[in-house]
């Protein structure tokens, strides 16, 4: 039962175009929204994350959108560059777990 | 790596022996995870410990287990290895305390193949 389903799961986009990448999750115990980037042979890192509270946060060119009601939250990235194409995870937590979602493979081509 | 290792960082074992991996922090901190990284699955908890000897289930803990006998050291075992147990393993630590408070980082992995 995955707890924080992710889509697409892969990804392809030119170079200056936007990527989407979206997050569903059922538990409302949830409290706190990651995303984290991962390159080839590396742990995942964390990216940006947001709260419940809060609609919408941006760094640069990444901006996560969040909606409580329907229990989403979206990763966009925007200006995509090729150093962007990596592996994206959106997680949630509560408390002491982070649960993560399956992973989206995210390629910008030149 | 911001003070974790984790070792070995590849292992090839047999079916029915046992592993034990090692995630090594430098910094104290409290909470440290595993977690397994499969495709199609993305990261999937198996174990985390919020203290010395304080230790619980994650959501894929069925044939592993975990020790901390001391702050720095977070061990995870493999007690008689199977093939669905190949996957790369992540440890990782909790930089402020609660992981719904605080960034997670992780190690560079264990890739581990059961043969």
């Known amino acids: 039962q995955q707890q924080v389903k992710q889509s697409p799961q892969s990804l392809i986009v030119q170079k200056g175009g936007i990527s989407i990448i979206n997050c569903a999750y059922e538990n409302t115990a949830f409290d706190y929204f990651p995303w984290y980037q991962q390159f080839p042979g590396k742990g995942p890192a964390l990216l940006i994350a947001i709260r419940p509270d809060v609609s919408e946060k941006k760094e640069g060119r990444f901006t996560i959108s969040f909606n409580k009601s329907a229990k989403q939250f979206s990763l966009h990235i925007m200006d995509s560059q090729p150093g962007d194409s990596a592996t994206y995870f959106c997680a949630a937590s509560s408390a002491d777990k982070l649960i993560f979602g399956t992973g989206t493979r995210l390629q910008v081509f030149p | 790596d911001a003070g974790i290792t984790q070792s070995p960082r590849h292992k090839v074992t047999e079916t029915g022996t046992p592993v034990t991996l090692r995630c090594h922090q430098t910094e104290n901190h409290r909470y440290m995870y595993w977690y397994r990284q499969d495709p199609g699955h993305g990261l999937r908890l198996i174990h985390y410990s919020y203290g010395v000897k304080d230790t619980d289930k994650g959501e894929v803990s069925d044939g592993y287990s975990v020790s901390r006998s001391k702050t720095e050291d977070f061990l995870l075992t493999l007690e008689s290895a199977t093939s669905s147990q190949t996957s790369v393993y992540f440890c990782?630590?909790?930089?402020?305390?609660?992981?719904?408070?605080?960034?997670?980082?992780f190690g560079n992995g264990t890739r581990l193949t059961v043969t």
């Open positions: 990782a630590i909790s930089l402020q305390g609660q992981v719904n408070n605080s960034p997670l980082h």
